[in-house]
T-cell receptor, first 113, second 111 residues
Framework: DQQVKQNSPSLSVQEGRISILNCDYTNSMFDYFLWYKKYPAEGPTFLISISSIKDKNEDGRFTVFLNKSAKHLSLHIVPSQPGDSAVYFCAAQSGAGSYQLTFGKGTKLSVIP | EPEVTQTPSHQVTQMGQEVILRCVPISNHLYFYWYRQILGQKVEFLVSFYNNEISEKSEIFDDQFSVERPDGSNFTLKIRSTKLEDSAMYFC?????????FGPGTRLTVL
């Protein structure tokens, strides 16, 4: 069962434009969401997170939006840079006592110079 | 900047052999985790560890798996009798009270 879904396996964006990566979830118990970036042969690197009490969190070029009613979140990167090319994982956690972090399958972002 | 380290970076083993994957979490972190990623699939939770005991484990983490914190710095994952399907990247992670920080991973290849 895919509790966290990233339906786009890949995305190509021109340098300088906005990258929008999407994530949907099915478990209404999830209340904390994270985005990780992963380069080949490296571990996931934490990017940004959002708690379910918020609908937006911004950190520099990265903004995460959460729509709880739609069970949808998105990561916006603006402006996109070639160094942003990586696989981006959406992850979710339930605060109700679970230590598990559930990952999506990832979206491979390619930023074209 | 402190980071999670893992050794070895690549481990090749024969089916049925025991392997131990090692991790050094960030020093002031209290929660420790193992995840794995089979090639082409998503990152999957294996086990969490807090206060010297397993807090939670997934159905993947069966009797063939065990974890240990043998001293104040290392956190190990042991697979007693490896199977072909154990071939994957294994990631260790740790956290204090915020997001998990992941290590670079150990690529396990079971032949």
């Amino acid at each position: 069962d895919q509790q966290v879904k990233q339906n786009s396996p890949s995305l190509s964006v021109q340098e300088g434009r906005i990258s929008i990566l999407n994530c949907d979830y099915t478990n209404s118990m999830f209340d904390y969401f994270l985005w990780y970036k992963k380069y080949p042969a490296e571990g996931p690197t934490f990017l940004i997170s959002i708690s379910s009490i918020k609908d937006k969190n911004e950190d520099g070029r990265f903004t995460v939006f959460l729509n709880k009613s739609a069970k949808h979140l998105s990561l916006h990167i603006v402006p996109s840079q070639p160094g942003d090319s990586a696989v981006y994982f959406c992850a979710a956690q339930s605060g109700a006592g679970s230590y598990q972090l559930t990952f999506g399958k990832g979206t491979k972002l390619s930023v074209i110079p | 900047e402190p980071e999670v380290t893992q050794t070895p970076s690549h481990q090749v083993t024969q089916m049925g052999q025991e392997v131990i994957l090692r991790c050094v979490p960030i020093s002031n972190h209290l929660y420790f985790y193992w995840y794995r990623q089979i090639l082409g699939q998503k990152v999957e939770f294996l086990v969490s560890f807090y206060n010297n005991e397993i807090s939670e484990k997934s159905e993947i983490f069966d009797d063939q798996f065990s974890v240990e914190r043998p001293d104040g710095s290392n956190f190990t994952l042991k697979i007693r009798s490896t199977k072909l399907e154990d071939s994957a990247m294994y990631f260790c992670a740790s956290r204090e009270d915020g997001p998990r920080f992941f290590g670079p991973g150990t690529r396990l290849t079971v032949l």
